[in-house]
């Protein structure tokens, strides 16, 4: 894979993110699956990943890293997987829902997929 220029240190936040957002799309369905799976495979050795019970994850937006790959093994070590949800009633707040191979997934208000919100799979998170 060829080396990537550095980002200048005096660009904003925004133009950061957009120059990552424009790299993560520049690159092919090959090398996003193989990027992939290079990080849930790293993912699964990091020892809290390892010791850890329950895992939060995010699912996958406009050419972000392909999260698959990861919940896939995490499933197969018998962890729990918990996505985030926009809070339906408490604005700038999230949810943790638990996600399985059969959940359901819908647009949210910003044009993601999560979950269905069901109250009886949320997770409390404290604080």
Request: charge should be positive.
């Amino acid at each position: 894979m060829t080396q990537l220029p550095e980002l200048p240190l005096t660009l904003s936040r925004q133009e950061i993110r957009k120059m990552i957002r424009q790299r993560r799309r520049a690159l092919t369905p090959e090398q996003q699956q193989e990027m992939g799976q290079q990080a849930a495979t790293r993912m699964m050795t990091y020892p809290p990943v390892v010791m850890a019970h329950t895992v939060a994850v995010f699912l996958s937006f406009d050419g972000e890293l392909d999260t698959q790959p990861l919940i896939e093994q995490l499933w197969r070590a018998g962890k729990r997987v918990y996505l985030p949800v926009l809070h339906p009633f408490s604005a700038g707040n999230l949810l943790f829902l638990n996600y399985h191979p059969q959940s359901e997934l819908v647009m949210n208000r910003l044009k993601i997929h999560e979950q269905n919100w069901m109250c009886v799979t949320c997770y409390p998170f404290p604080d």
